[in-house]
Nanobody, 122 residues
Framework: QLQLVESGGGLVQPGGSLRLSCAAS????????IAWFRQAPGKEREGVSC????????NYADSVKGRFTISRDNAKNTVYLQMNSLKPEDTAIYYC???????????????WGQGTQVIVSS
């Protein structure tokens, strides 16, 4: 079965940190770009970050630049999202997605995880 599984979400205070993981099973991430999206209640799903197959090309949404870092470990078939200096507005369900090219739109991605909840609150 081909799937992506996110983990690492939780409740954190403003200014805190979390590291999300996106692990693939049933297929190799070596051939895919990986993106993180998030969806807050009542809002559309938005792109957060994307990393190329080689890991060289990376992009971030303006709202997370300087605070979030995406990385990949192809040997572990896993992609990470390090989130620092978290703010209440970062509260959302975070999803990882695999596709052939980075895009801020959801349609180009072939595989999606089930999501992991991040709550930033004091």
């Amino acid at each position: 079965q081909l799937q992506l599984v996110e983990s690492g979400g939780g409740l954190v205070q403003p200014g805190g940190s979390l590291r999300l993981s996106c692990a693939a099973s049933g297929f190799s991430l070596d051939y895919y770009v990986i993106a993180w999206f998030r969806q807050a209640p009542g809002k559309e799903r938005e792109g957060v970050s994307c990393i190329s197959i080689s890991g060289i090309r990376i992009n971030y949404a303006d709202s997370v630049k300087g605070r979030f870092t995406i990385s990949r470990d192809n040997a572990k078939n896993t992609v990470y999202l390090q989130m620092n200096s978290l703010k209440p507005e970062d509260t959302a369900i975070y999803y990882c997605a695999a596709g052939l090219r980075c895009s801020g739109y959801v349609s180009p991605y072939d595989y999606w995880g089930q999501g992991t909840q991040v709550i930033v609150s004091s």
